[in-house]
T-cell receptor, first 112, second 116 residues
């Protein structure tokens, strides 16, 4: 079945460092891909998404490119801030209106 | 963006009692709502999908008689944990799907349930 695999955390970075969180997926068809962020004690917020191959999603300095050939959707940010500390979830959805399938989440901790 | 609320945000109950959690889409109509469970430092586990006016579809391994889901209107879904036990303690998150061409899912802030 469909699945999402993320790099294990926690990831600890210094402020202004470059961030990459790897995400790969297995899916039939052509899924939409998402990154969600969860701050402590809160629900999930959509960070960015891409709906077809080679699309780049971007928001708040974060970017991810839908790579069909490598079945990947890696999250990147050029310069992280302490306020970016959170858990990041990669997810896919195969059908409009269908359920989201989440990766295991990657905890990011940014130190000043 | 669209807003989804959950109530209560946290609840403590005694073992054997039932607890109801509400999920509301505040500024849009949600034909489909999803209920997730999240254990500490783990991913979200989909429990069930509910469509307004019909029975919920439960994921494999989720007890439908224990986790009762009602989606009575286009803006409200409820999850009732019946005869709660300490192992039901968890963070429960709902999400609501918009309708139309530009489909999106929006998540509620979650409800922390502690069963003593």
């Amino acid at each position: 079945g469909d699945s999402v695999t993320q790099m294990e955390g926690p990831v600890t970075l210094s402020e202004e460092a470059f961030l990459t969180i790897n995400c790969t997926y297995t899916a039939t068809g052509y899924p939409s891909l998402f990154w969600y962020v969860q701050y402590p004690g809160e629900g999930l917020q959509l960070l960015l998404k891409a709906t077809k191959a080679d699309d780049k999603g971007s928001n708040k300095g974060f970017e991810a490119t839908y790579r069909k050939e490598t079945t990947s959707f890696h999250l990147e940010k050029g310069s992280v801030q302490v306020s970016d500390s959170a858990v990041y979830f990669c997810a896919l959805r195969n059908n409009q209106g269908g359920k989201l399938i989440f990766g295991q989440g990657t905890e990011l901790s940014v130190k000043p | 963006g669209a807003v989804v609320s959950q109530h209560p945000s946290w609840v403590i109950c005694k073992s054997g009692t039932s607890v109801k959690i509400e999920c509301r889409s505040l500024d849009f109509q949600a034909t489909t709502m999803f209920w997730y469970r999240q254990f500490p430092k783990q991913s979200l586990m989909l429990m069930a999908t509910s469509n307004e006016g019909s029975k919920a579809t439960y994921e494999q391994g989720v007890e439908k008689d224990k986790f009762l889901i009602n989606h009575a209107s286009l803006t409200l879904s409820t999850l009732t944990v019946t005869s709660a036990h300490p192992e039901d303690s968890s963070f429960y998150i709902c999400s609501a799907g918009t309708s139309g061409v530009s489909y999106e899912q929006y998540f509620g802030p979650g409800t922390r349930l502690t069963v003593t």
